[in-house]
């Protein structure tokens, strides 16, 4: 691929001398300097466009999207941009709130099984619901095979914060992320509970022998860390073999972490947001012994949402950066990482003026986001 060259029209918001490189665990973390927009920095190209509220969606290796809606289609879009009908075998979904039909992916062997994984909120008695993983072979009409692997512990009521990524570590572990479904703060401290943890489990919903709680009769074994309030965002890295996640925060506090195994990431304990009403969370407090600090945080939010660590070179200088998707900011948001630390944050698509729900990489090396908006679009992103 032919290499191009991005220019910038914008000031560079570097945090290079500024305090934001390593630092000790119980120390202060750095927080976003909220860079204005870069407008018109980079060609936006509509590829499809009509969806309802989409969630999640991947590219498939004939170069044709699959793409979730929350209210619970899925669908097919050619590469040129047509977009199929609702495909048929997909599981009912608490379509209220947040719920609904949310991540997908790929199985790394997709190529010869053509299964796919995704998540939803599945709906249980009494008006509950939690989010839940599944997977089926994909058909051209519709799924097959379904087989539910991890389902949430317990369905709690309301229809917020699933949290809801799931990520792949190799062939036979993935990650899920789940929120503390917003009246339920008190579970999240709570190890028997999957609200507002991290789990990891293998393709067919068992328990890593490796996971950091196995062996104790009072954790469910398959958590990976906890104390998180809502993410829904998270890569797995294989050049330094690191989960990023991105999780909202409430008014501020919006969170980049890499959750360790076994760690607590302290929500609602500590936290460098308020609540909405303007009052302090809890004690408001930002650091106690034994929770971990975020890498990085914001305030005022993006509310961010789906991630990728850019691997290709269609963008130079951009390789090993995390990009994300911004809600509240309506934005992509680009950092630089050094030594586990962000040194630089620039943001873009300021001028499209939508609510960037997910983001992924395509075999180009283009960057492919979608909005979540009625009518919701899909959209390539190339250097200007």
Request: positive net charge; glycine residues 14%; contains cysteine.
């Amino acid at each position: 691929m032919t290499k191009r060259t991005l220019v910038f029209v914008a000031a560079t918001f570097s945090l290079l001398g500024s305090g934001c490189g390593a630092r000790a665990n119980q120390g202060p973390a750095p927080r976003s300097p909220s860079p204005p927009p870069k407008r018109n920095a980079l060609t936006v190209d509509r590829v499809a466009t009509g969806f309802s509220h989409p969630w999640g969606f991947v590219l498939l290796p004939d170069g044709r999207f699959l793409v979730t809606e929350r209210p619970g289609r899925m669908r097919i879009v050619s590469a040129d941009g047509r977009i199929g009908a609702p495909l048929t075998g997909v599981p009912a979904v608490a379509a209220s709130g947040q719920g609904g039909l949310l991540d997908v992916t790929l199985d790394p062997r997709f190529g010869t099984n053509r299964r796919i994984f995704f998540s939803y909120a599945e709906p249980g008695t009494g008006g509950t619901a939690g989010t839940t993983v599944a997977r089926a072979r994909l058909a051209e009409s519709g799924l097959e095979d379904l087989r539910v692997i991890y389902r949430q512990e317990p369905k709690v009521s309301g229809g917020g914060h699933f949290g809801s990524r799931v990520v792949f570590v190799n062939d036979t572990v993935l990650f899920i992320t789940n929120g503390d479904r917003v009246s339920y703060r008190p579970m999240v401290q709570d190890l028997q509970t999957h609200v507002g943890k991290i789990v990891r489990v293998t393709v067919d919903g068992g328990i890593p022998r490796d996971n950091p709680f196995v062996g104790r009769t009072d954790v469910r074994p398959e958590i990976w860390s906890y104390g998180h309030r809502n993410l829904q965002g998270a890569v797995w890295d294989p050049a330094t073999s690191r989960l990023w996640t991105v999780e909202h925060g409430a008014a501020g506090g919006d969170e980049l972490n890499h959750p360790e195994a076994g760690k607590n990431y302290g929500w609602p304990v500590i936290s460098y947001g308020r609540e909405y009403s303007g009052r302090s969370i809890g004690e408001g407090i930002t650091v106690r012994q034994g929770m971990e600090q975020p890498v990085y945080y914001w305030d005022p939010i993006i509310a961010p949402s789906g991630m990728i660590v850019y691997s290709g070179n269609a963008f130079p200088g951009w390789k090993g950066n995390i990009i994300i998707g911004g809600l509240a900011s309506q934005t992509l948001v680009r950092l630089v990482i050094s030594g586990g630390a962000v040194t630089l944050e620039e943001r873009y698509l300021g001028e499209v003026g939508q609510r960037i729900r997910d983001v992924q990489e395509g075999p180009d090396g283009f960057i492919y986001v979608i909005t979540d908006e009625d009518p919701g679009s899909l959209l390539r992103i190339r250097p200007k």
